[in-house]
């Protein structure tokens, strides 16, 4: 993995021992333009990766460092995989020839007041905050590839916004009374050990958190009031489930007088035929995460609802992949000026 060809992009990751960090380090196994040049940790620093995570013994991966210790001048691009609030500070002290696409949620919002009424502080980078572009790849395709630092999207956002933004486009949906009931596997909380996600907390049921305060929610209000040119809120009711990757999200619309389904479908057809990872499943097929596990995929299903002027749809992505690790990797391979595939069509080392 280090003494590839010197043409190769040289990439560190911060994080690299938490989820995202490792689920990057799969893909990037099987990307042939860029060369893993640096690791970093903070509890586990010090340690080689074979010894953070088995199911990738077999790459010549460098051995976990602190971020303190880390030399810039020999890396072009950092993915940072922090935890949020400590990534802004971290992010503001990286040299500026570094490309980089942050995962956290800290460039997510851009009204720094809807930023610290949710996170509860001010922001600490509010230039930063100002220059990130909005990672939602199929989106924001152009100014993605001319960014210098990307905000990833949050994993439970990516699903609906990729299915209701060409619907608030074209008005035919109303941009009320819209409801995101959304289930994620449990990697979706990180790998640092906290009593919620035990698996005897976990296991055999199933519980809605952060009910009606969930801090994805004003990020999704955000994406869908640009699409709609007019503020949007919405019901959004995150849950956790028995399993470790996935996210299902049922989302309940109201047509707009005079649309179908079909009208519906259309669009979404429309808009996200070309794409190489969403796709709308045919008519009565209902998606699920099994079908996108470990891939970069975004499944969207519609449904007529039995209530009148009403549908249903569902989405399906790996929240590890399209909604995190995957996604960061699409749209650093634009910011690159690669293929936005590349590394992304093949899964090995699936743990
Ligand atoms: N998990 C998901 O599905 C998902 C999806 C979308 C976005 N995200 C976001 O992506 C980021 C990473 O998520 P994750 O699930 O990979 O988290 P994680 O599993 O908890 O990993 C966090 C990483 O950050 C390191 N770290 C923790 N505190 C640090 C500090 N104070 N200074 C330096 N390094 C520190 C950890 O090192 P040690 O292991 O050595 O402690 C680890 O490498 C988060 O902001 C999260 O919200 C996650």
């Not at 990307?150 to 074209?170: E, K, S």
């Not at 970069?296 to 209530?307: K, S, Y």
């Not at 995957?326 to 093949?346: F, K, R, V, Y």
Request: glycine letters at 10%; a negative charge; proline letters at 6%.
């Amino acid at each position: 993995m280090t003494n590839s060809s010197v043409s190769k992009i040289r990439i560190g990751i911060l994080g690299a021992s938490g989820y995202t960090g490792g689920e990057l380090l799969r893909l990037l196994a099987c990307h042939d333009g860029m060369e893993v040049a640096m690791l970093t940790a903070e509890r586990r620093a010090g340690l080689p990766l074979a010894q953070v995570f088995p199911h990738l013994t077999a790459l010549n991966a460098p051995d976990l460092i602190k971020i303190g210790e880390v030399d810039y001048a020999g890396l072009d691009a950092v993915f940072c995989c922090l935890p949020h609030g400590t990534t802004q500070e971290v992010i503001a002290g990286l040299p500026g020839h570094l490309k980089i696409v942050d995962l956290s949620a800290d460039f997510r919002l851009g009204d720094p007041d809807v930023y610290a009424e949710w996170y509860g502080h001010a922001h600490q980078a509010l230039e930063l905050q100002k220059e990130a572009i909005y990672g939602l790849t199929e989106l924001k395709r152009a100014e993605i590839a001319a960014a210098r630092l990307v905000a990833n999207p949050g994993c439970y956002p990516t699903g609906p916004q990729l299915a209701l933004t060409p619907l608030l486009a074209a008005k035919q949906i109303s941009p009320e009374d819209i409801i995101i009931d959304a289930k994620s596997g449990v990697s979706g909380a990180g790998r640092e050990p906290k009593q919620n996600t035990l698996y005897a907390e976990v296991g055999e049921g199933v519980h809605a958190y952060g009910v009606a305060k969930h801090r994805h929610a004003p990020e999704i209000e955000q994406g869908l009031s640009e699409a709609a040119g007019a503020p949007i809120t919405v019901n959004f009711t995150p849950h956790l489930m028995p399993m470790n990757r996935g996210i299902l999200a049922s989302i309940y619309v109201r047509l707009a007088d005079g649309v179908s389904v079909a009208d519906l479908r259309a669009s979404l057809e429309q808009n996200y035929g070309r794409e190489p990872f969403v796709h709308v499943v045919a008519e009565g097929v209902s998606p699920a995460t099994r079908d996108v596990r470990g891939s970069n995929h975004c499944l969207i299903g519609l449904f007529a609802d039995r209530l009148p002027g009403r549908a249903i749809l569902l989405t399906a992505i790996d929240n590890l992949v399209k909604g995190a690790s995957g996604q960061a990797l699409q749209n650093m391979n634009l910011m690159c000026g690669l293929a936005e595939t590349t590394g992304l069509e093949q899964a090995p080392l699936f743990p």
